[in-house]
């Protein structure tokens, strides 16, 4: 790994055991991403996207392999370790925003700073006001997330996860519940997150939205296509 890397996965492999089924989600992964870098990744359904964004994220930890996460060796965490880092290092977008109903635009931006030490209240409000002018929303601050439309509650969840700074944004499939104008403008703002310095690695069935990162990274069966086998 470089010393520019926040991402590196060496040999990662992660199989899902359901009584007797065993599933091989990734046969030995290895990804780097660099600091600033815009990452797509694109594959067939089922081909282990989610689970390797999932292990990127640490919502899931690999069954072997290495992970390094902004000069950590997180896969040798504990549980409790991992939970901190991931509050620190990194920022999720989901398909389905997964914000929270009966809590309005502002605190569910807020919501990622409520159990950060050392920050103040009125710190995290202006900070929560700060992220929502970048991607547009402070006028909807008030509202509740059934109140917005899908592009605007994207946005809303790209400032949630912009949040806290963290050393890479993972979005999986961020326009896969939106048509294509609103779709488009969540790509541009990620495009704009982007030219802004933040690290990026994006889950997306769109080549268009591909084509737009540094790099594309392509998936077959639980594995990484190596470059110059693509076309
Ligand atoms: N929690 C789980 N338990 C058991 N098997 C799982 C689990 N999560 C994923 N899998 C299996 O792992 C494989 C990869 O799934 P994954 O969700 O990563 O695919 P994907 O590339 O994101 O697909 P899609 O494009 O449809 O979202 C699939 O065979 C899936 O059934
Ligand atoms: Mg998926």
Known sequence: MNSSSI??????????????????????????????????????????????????????????????????????????????????????????FNLIGDLTILENVELPLAYREGISRAERRDRAIEVLERVGMTHRAKHFPAQLSGGQQQRVALARALIGQPAILLADEPTGNLDSKNGESVMQLLCEVHSTGSTICMVTHDPRYAALADRQVFMFDGAVVPSGCTS
């Not at 046969?27 to 780097?32: C, P």
């Not at 600033?36 to 089922?46: D, H, L, N, R, Y």
Request: hydrophobic share 40%; charged share 20%.
């Open 7 to 96: 991402i590196a996965l060496r040999g990662v492999t992660k199989i899902f055991q359901i009584d007797d089924i065993e599933t091989h989600a990734l046969s030995s992964v290895d990804l780097q991403i660099d600091k600033g870098e815009f990452v797509s990744i694109t594959g067939p359904s089922g081909c282990g996207k989610s689970t390797l964004m999932s292990i990127l994220g640490l919502l899931d930890s690999a069954t072997s392999g290495l992970y390094t996460l902004n000069g950590t060796r997180v896969d040798l965490l504990t549980d409790s370790a991992r939970a901190k880092v991931r509050s620190h290092e990194v920022g999720f977008v989901f398909q389905a």
